[in-house]
T-cell receptor, first 109, second 115 residues
Framework: GQQVMQIPQYQHVQEGEDFTTYCNSS?????IQWYKQRPGGHPVFLIQ?????EVKKQKRLTFQFGEAKKNSSLHITATQTTDVGTYFC?????????FGTGTRLKVLA | GAGVSQSPSNKVTEKGKDVELRCDPI?????LYWYRQSLGQGLEFLIY????????KSGLPSDRFSAERTGGSVSTLTIQRTQQEDSAVYLC?????????????FGQGTRLTVV
């Protein structure tokens, strides 16, 4: 079945450093969504990418969708302690969101 | 309602007992999903409802798990004869409809602990 993998699984960064998580699907995706889950919280939608090669920015966050629509990345510039959490990508399978394995980000002040 | 509501927020049960978890989706959302998240792990798909029907039950781990949705709104996930490996956070999500470009709104989850 369709699988969505993310790397790295964990990332510890010093506050102010950049962070990137990568998402790879075993099949071509119609779209990719990104969610953030704060410690003890629930996943919250961040953004959706639809077009091949699409790039979207939200303040310090930059999201990219690969040309082949099989991979995506989330880059955070100059991390802050508020960026702590687990970042999930999600592709749409039949009748379900297929979530990536997640990247847990810790930011050291 | 304003958001997806789940109850109870925490549930501790003895091994072998049955539990029922409730999800109240956002009003007007026809698609409803149940996911399970073990400690520090990803999101495991359990079941999807479109209206009252469940086209995809493929994620239910065993026949001890069942779910229903009535009136196209509230859904309950029932786990019979609970086992310790059922301990996890059960997350419910809803979306306007099942479509490739709709976002999922998650509830706060029910943390189930089987002792």
């Amino acid at each position: 079945g369709q699988q969505v993998m993310q790397i790295p699984q964990y990332q510890h960064v010093q506050e102010g450093e950049d962070f990137t998580t990568y998402c790879n699907s075993s099949t071509t995706l119609s779209n990719i969504q990104w969610y953030k889950q704060r410690p003890g919280g629930h996943p919250v939608f961040l953004i959706q990418l639809v077009k091949s090669g699409e790039v979207k920015k939200q303040k310090r966050l930059t999201f990219q969708f690969g040309e082949a629509k099989k991979n995506s990345s989330l880059h955070i510039t100059a991390t802050q302690t508020t960026d702590v959490g687990t970042y999930f990508c999600a592709g749409m399978g039949t009748y379900k969101y297929i979530f990536g394995t997640g990247t847990r980000l810790k930011v050291l002040a | 309602g304003a958001g997806v509501s789940q109850s109870p927020s925490n549930k501790v049960t003895e091994k072998g007992k049955d539990v029922e978890l409730r999800c109240d989706p956002i009003s007007g959302h026809t698609a409803l999903y149940w996911y399970r998240q073990s400690l520090g792990q990803g999101l495991e798909f359990l079941i999807y409802f479109q209206g009252n029907s469940a086209p995809d039950k493929s994620g239910l781990p065993s026949d001890r798990f069942s779910a229903e949705r009535t009136g196209g709104s509230v859904s309950t996930l029932t786990i019979q004869r609970t086992q310790q490996e059922d301990s996890a956070v059960y997350l419910c999500a809803s979306s306007l409809t099942w479509s490739w470009n709709t976002e999922a709104f998650f509830g706060q989850g029910t943390r189930l602990t089987v002792v």
